[in-house]
């Protein structure tokens, strides 16, 4: 089945940068769009940015200007370049894809990353 491997997170300081990828592996037809939610403690998971198969991008309020969403058609992978960071972005970093399987029906379903922590001390 279809698999989605996050690598990147880590400890870093306030004003720091870290780059999270995320691959998809498995009997893959097709990725339509692809994307990153982060979940702090006490919080409800929240969109940070989102891309489609054509590049369009879509980011929360609080990241804008500060992270970049981008993708690797040919590698399956999407990645989150994190700039200036803060504290309010410690979180558990999900990577998300919608992803069409050889097998089946032809219909997209959405597939979850295990989660990466990130976690910015100031």
């Known amino acids: 089945q279809v698999q989605l491997v996050e690598s990147g997170g880590g400890l870093v300081q306030a004003g720091g940068s870290l780059r999270l990828s995320c691959a998809a592996s498995?009997?893959?037809?097709?990725?339509?769009?692809m994307g990153w939610y982060r979940q702090a403690p006490g919080k409800q998971r929240e969109l940070v940015a989102a891309?489609?198969?054509?590049?369009?991008?879509n980011y929360a309020d609080s990241v804008k200007g500060r992270f970049t969403i981008s993708r690797d058609n040919a590698k399956n992978t999407v990645y989150l370049q994190m700039n200036s960071l803060k504290p309010e972005d410690t979180a558990v970093y999900y990577c998300?894809?919608?992803?069409?399987?050889?097998?089946?029906?032809?219909?997209?379903?959405?597939?979850w990353g295990q989660g990466t922590q990130v976690t910015v001390s100031s």
């Open positions: 891309i489609t198969s054509g590049g369009s991008t």
């Open positions: 998300n894809a919608d992803i069409t399987v050889i097998a089946g029906t032809p219909v997209p379903y959405d597939y």
């Open positions: 498995g009997s893959i037809f097709s990725i339509g769009a």
